[in-house]
């Protein structure tokens, strides 16, 4: 399936961006359709579930489908093969950050993009 991309550099080790997509109670702090997580996990990981409370109150399933540790993960939310996640190592304290959606869902780039911008700002706050 073709998907869209967005990406940023951040200033901060992948280890500290990997931390942020991937610990659900991180989450809200950066994801603008995430208000909650509710799971029995703490992070994500392959065939972990639990459901995503949207800022309206919407409970939603998800399933995390993919992980290659430290690298990427993707899933499904209410069924539908959703976002895809990629941190990719530049140097010894700088990544770049890919979010990726199904074409079909070309309009979620917009909140991608606020998503990616936050992750950015929350990573590079940490730089000692």
């Known amino acids: 399936m073709r998907v ?8 901060s080790s992948g280890d500290v961006v990997w931390r942020l ?15 909650a997580v509710k799971s029995e996990a703490k992070t994500v990981a392959s065939g972990v579930r639990g459901t995503v409370v949207t800022p309206f109150g919407l409970a939603i399933p998800f399933v995390i489908t993919d992980v ?3 690298v990427s993960w993707s899933w ?11 941190v990719e190592a530049t140097g010894d304290e700088t ?7 199904p074409w079909p869902f070309a309009p ?20 000692g």
């Open 4 to 11: 869209i991309s967005v990406s940023r550099g951040i200033r």
């Open 21 to 35: 997509i991937t610990e659900f109670a991180q989450w809200p702090s950066w994801g603008p359709t995430v208000a």
């Open 68 to 70: 290659d540790p430290g």
């Open 76 to 86: 499904r939310v209410a069924g539908v093969n959703a976002t895809g996640h990629r």
């Open 95 to 101: 990544c770049r950050l890919v979010f990726t959606v």
């Open 108 to 127: 979620y780039v917009v909140v991608l993009i606020i998503g990616i911008r936050r992750v950015k700002r929350l990573a590079e706050s940490q730089v």
